[in-house]
C-alpha cells in the first residue's frame, strides 16, 4: 500500500505529466471529502469552498492527509467495511500532495465541477418542525460547568415519527456536545425541572466512589451532537418515534474556554410521511462500574449486553473521555462464534463518529454484543488531566465514559422491551 502512494505520488511530479490543478483535480476531492466541514457554519476552523481560501493551506492539507489525521476515520481497515467511510484513497492523498509540491495551481476554472448545493444551517434539509432552547444561557469564562438540561415541551397533540434529525449548536467555542433525549408523557426523569428553565439533577455517590444522577431513569436517545458527529438520517421505511405529548430533553455540556459565552442551541426535525416499517432506537452496550488505576497506560473494561429479540443494528459510536485509547464492538453468535464489528485502536475524543456497517449486521435471541474499551491514565497520554488520579464513571471530561451506542431497527409494531429483556414463560399446560 505504501508502495502504490509513493509510485502515484511520484508518477503525478514527472516532467511531461500533467500538472496537478485546484479545480480539475483537487476540488473534486474537497467536495466528496471536506466541504462538509470546511465552510462558512460548520465546526472546521477554515473553509475550503475556493481556490483563494484553500491555496494558503496546500502544505498544511499535504501534511493532514499523508498522516491520516485529515478526514477524521479511526476504524481499523482490516475490520469491517463502511459504508460512511471518510478516509481518502491512496490515489486521492497522492493527488492533494502533489498539489502542494507542484505550486498549488489554480488551473481552469471551466474545468472545475459544479458546486455542491449545501443547504446553509441545516445539513438535513429545511425541517419540519425546529425546536430550540427559550432563551440564552450563559456561559461562565472559567470554572466546572455541570451538564445542564433543558426540557421542552413539544406540544406534539399525535405521534410524530421522525426520519432525519440535527443539532445545530448555537456556540461551538462552548458547546462540548449535546444530547437531544425524548421524555415521554408519565415519565419521572427530571421530574423537578420547570419547562425552559436550566436544571442541574442532584447527585448521589455509589459503592465503587463514583457519582450517579439521582433523578431516575432517562428519556430516549433522539439525536446528539459533538465533534465530527453527523445528522441523524434514516433510510426510506425507517424513523424514530415520538409519542404525543412528549418532552425533548436537551443535554448541554460546556466547557469555559476562558471568554464569558452565551449559546443557544436547537434540533431540527424531519417526519416521515407515514408510518415506518421499522422503528429504529438507539441504545448501548457499555458500564459505569470501572475504576482506572493511576498510572495504568492500557486499563481495559469490558461490558456485555444480552440480544433477546430480533433487529438490524447499524450506526456504531463508541464513547469515551480523555484517557479513551481504544474501542472495540464483538457480536457473539449462538453456537459461541465471535465475530469483530468496529476495532478503533486510536481513538480520539476530539471526534465522536459514527461508524455505519456496509453490510446488515442482524440481531437475534441468544446474541450477546460486547465491547471492550481501553484507557491511558498514563503521563505519556498527553490528553490526559492527571495521571496521578484514580478515574471513575463521570460526566466531566476529566472523568470516564465507557458507552458503545448503536442504533437497531425493528419491526415497528414490536415492543422495544423484547429487544432487550427475556420473554416471560407462557402459564403452565398442566401436563
Not at 415492543?415 to 429483556?421: A, G, S, T
Request: aromatic content about 10%.
Amino acid at each position: 500500500m505504501r508502495l502504490q502512494f509513493v509510485v502515484l505520488a511520484g508518477c503525478l511530479s514527472l516532467p511531461g505529466a500533467a500538472k496537478v490543478t485546484y479545480h480539475k483535480d483537487v476540488l473534486p476531492v474537497l467536495q466528496k471529502s471536506c466541504q462538509g466541514c470546511h465552510r462558512p457554519g460548520e465546526p472546521a476552523p477554515m473553509t475550503f469552498m475556493s481556490y483563494k481560501e484553500t491555496r494558503p493551506w496546500a502544505k498544511a492539507i499535504k501534511q493532514a492527509v499523508q498522516t491520516r489525521k485529515m478526514p477524521p476515520w479511526f476504524a481499523d481497515r482490516a475490520v469491517g467495511h463502511f459504508s460512511n467511510d471518510r478516509s481518502l484513497s491512496d490515489a486521492e492523498i497522492a493527488t492533494l500532495t502533489a498539489w502542494a509540491d507542484t505550486g498549488a495551481t489554480e488551473g481552469n476554472a471551466k474545468d472545475a465541477p459544479a458546486p455542491v448545493a449545501f443547504i446553509n444551517g441545516w445539513n438535513i434539509g429545511k425541517p419540519d418542525v425546529e425546536i430550540e432552547m427559550p432563551a440564552e444561557f450563559a456561559v461562565p469564562a472559567s470554572g466546572t460547568i455541570d451538564y445542564q438540561y433543558f426540557v421542552i415541551p413539544t406540544g406534539f397533540t399525535e405521534d410524530k415519527w421522525v426520519r432525519a434529525a440535527e443539532v445545530r449548536p448555537g456556540n461551538r467555542a462552548v458547546v462540548h456536545h449535546v444530547i437531544a433525549f425524548v421524555r415521554e408523557p408519565g415519565s419521572r426523569w427530571l421530574q423537578g425541572a420547570r419547562p425552559g428553565v436550566p436544571f442541574v439533577p442532584s447527585r448521589r455517590k455509589d459503592n465503587s466512589g463514583g457519582e450517579r444522577r439521582s433523578e431516575g431513569g432517562q428519556g430516549e436517545f433522539l439525536v446528539g451532537y459533538a465533534p465530527g458527529s453527523m445528522p441523524e438520517m434514516l433510510a426510506p421505511g425507517r424513523a424514530k418515534l415520538i409519542k404525543a405529548g412528549s418532552d425533548i430533553v436537551f443535554q448541554m455540556h460546556y466547557t469555559a474556554n476562558g471568554k464569558e459565552h452565551t449559546d443557544r442551541s436547537k434540533i431540527g426535525l424531519t417526519f416521515a410521511k407515514e408510518p415506518p416499517r421499522e422503528r429504529v432506537m438507539t441504545l448501548a452496550v457499555g458500564t459505569d462500574k470501572f475504576v482506572i488505576p493511576p498510572g495504568a497506560g492500557n486499563h481495559r473494561v469490558d461490558a456485555t449486553l444480552a440480544i433477546h429479540g430480533s433487529g438490524e443494528m447499524f450506526g456504531l459510536l463508541p464513547h469515551m473521555h480523555l484517557r479513551g485509547k481504544s474501542f472495540e464492538y464483538r457480536l457473539v453468535h449462538p453456537d459461541g462464534r465471535r465475530e469483530t464489528l468496529l476495532n478503533v485502536p486510536r481513538y480520539d475524543f476530539n471526534w465522536q463518529l459514527s461508524y455505519y456497517p456496509a453490510r446488515p449486521i442482524m440481531l437475534g435471541p441468544g446474541m450477546v454484543l460486547e465491547a471492550t474499551a481501553h484507557f491511558d491514565n498514563s503521563a505519556n497520554n498527553p490528553a490526559n488531566p492527571d495521571a496521578k488520579a484514580e478515574v471513575r464513571f463521570g460526566d466531566q471530561s476529566w472523568e470516564e465514559m465507557m458507552l458503545g451506542f448503536f442504533n437497531i431497527a425493528f419491526d415497528a409494531k414490536l415492543n422495544p422491551m423484547e429487544i432487550l429483556r427475556p420473554r416471560q414463560a407462557g402459564p403452565s399446560s398442566g401436563e
